[in-house]
């Protein structure tokens, strides 16, 4: 099983902060990685796969990088609609695992 | 475009078998390349993936709960079934299924999850 450890599990920013989430394998993965965003109440929503790749859709303020063991989510320029929890999620073997999740809320 | 709805009880008494179905339309699950799998959400708590079904029959399970899991696709209905037996009320959660994207590359094709449905609660009771 390939563990993910995600962090924070809680971010306060501001509209308009530049933001980062962290998630970091106990194994390499290659670039199999995806993130998700979730609002409360709702399905989590694909953001990007391919550990850089944005899904069609998804704003360009989401941007992605890493590989091996180390990723990176990156929120350039957050805007009200963006805070909610954030999941990574590797998929270069099974079972597939996510991160803890990271909850970025209002400062 | 692609839509998936999960459906089944919300409430199940321990030890007994939950059947949730997933109905999808956008997607042929005879088509190469295409999959289906279920994710759950405990309140309150991160996403864990439970089973994955492939256009060839193809199937992967959680090790941790595999003994419980079975999935099942029927094509001609574009539904897939997962069944999960002796449920207890740990297994209380929020149950999604998801359509598999997919994408090739030097290690062969690679299965993401990129569409999901909006979710079924199930809760575990006496």
């Known amino acids: 099983v390939i563990w993910m450890t995600q962090s924070p599990s809680l971010l306060s920013a501001s509209t308009g902060d530049r933001v980062t989430i962290s998630c970091r394998m106990s194994q390499g993965i290659s670039s199999y990685l995806a993130w998700y965003q979730q609002k409360p109440g709702k399905a989590p929503e694909l953001l990007i796969y391919?550990?850089?790749t944005l899904q069609s859709g998804v704003p360009s303020r989401f941007s992605g990088s890493g590989s091996g063991t180390d990723f990176t989510l990156t929120i350039s320029c957050l805007q009200s609609e963006d805070f909610a929890t954030y999941y990574c999620?590797?998929?270069?073997?099974?079972?597939?695992?996510f991160g803890q999740g990271t909850k970025v809320e209002i400062k | 475009q692609i839509t998936l709805k999960e459906s089944g009880p919300t409430l199940v008494k321990p030890t007994q078998t939950l059947t949730l179905t997933c109905t999808f339309s956008g997607f042929s699950l005879s088509t190469s390349g295409v999959g289906v799998g279920w994710i759950r959400q405990p309140p309150g708590k991160a996403l864990e993936w439970l089973a994955l079904i492939y256009w060839d029959d193809d199937k992967r399970y959680s090790p941790s709960l595999k003994s419980r899991l079975t999935i099942t696709k029927d094509t001609s209905k574009n539904q897939v079934v997962l069944t999960m037996t002796n449920m207890d009320p740990v297994d209380t959660a929020t149950y999604y299924c998801a359509h598999t994207g997919y994408y090739y590359d030097s290690s062969g094709y690679r299965y993401y999850m990129d569409v999901w449905g909006k979710g079924t609660t199930v809760t575990v009771s006496s």
């Open positions: 391919a550990a850089s």
């Open positions: 999620q590797q998929y270069y073997s099974f079972p597939w695992t």
